[in-house]
């Protein structure tokens, strides 16, 4: 059986959702404190880390922007907060409404030599290419 062209439009212009991973993110969304175990495979490599709801994401963002040493001047870091919140209003929901990125805390690169550590980690959801629930061991 052949598909019809406006099938294989349809394929190319939205990209598979992952029912049960958009699940999960919507339960750490409604829970903001919510922190949930997950390793992700990706096109660079498998991550492990932490689920967490996107403004627990953006919280810890901040904390790691002040200690990164990046500036020291005391007015671009006063306005940070306020920065993340006049940005938070756009959302990463997509016009379907499913989130377009995901957000983890306390993150290990499993695929890399030494398996660095980082505190946050931000990804398209399109770009998950498997997951599984529970910490690396």
Do not use: K
């Not at 403004?55 to 002040?66: G, L, P």
């Not at 993150?107 to 398209?124: D, E, H, L, Q, Y």
């Not at 997951?131 to 690396?136: C, F, I, R, Y």
């Amino acid at each position: 059986m052949t598909e019809s062209p406006n099938q294989a439009a349809d394929e190319t212009t939205a990209p598979a959702v992952d029912t049960h991973l958009e699940i999960l993110l919507r339960l750490v969304e409604a829970q903001p404190d919510a922190r949930m175990a997950i390793c992700l495979t990706t096109p660079g490599g498998i991550i492990g880390g932490h689920l967490v709801a996107a403004r627990s994401w953006a919280e810890r963002w901040e904390d790691a922007v002040r200690e990164s040493g990046v500036t020291q001047q005391a007015a671009p870091m006063a306005q940070l907060p306020q920065m993340v919140q006049a940005a938070q209003p756009h959302g990463d929901a997509s016009d379907r409404g499913l989130h377009r990125f995901l957000h983890l805390v306390d993150v290990t690169f499993m695929s890399v030599p030494g398996a660095p550590t980082s505190p946050v980690w931000r990804g398209r959801v399109s770009d998950i290419c498997g997951w599984s629930l529970g910490a690396p061991s």
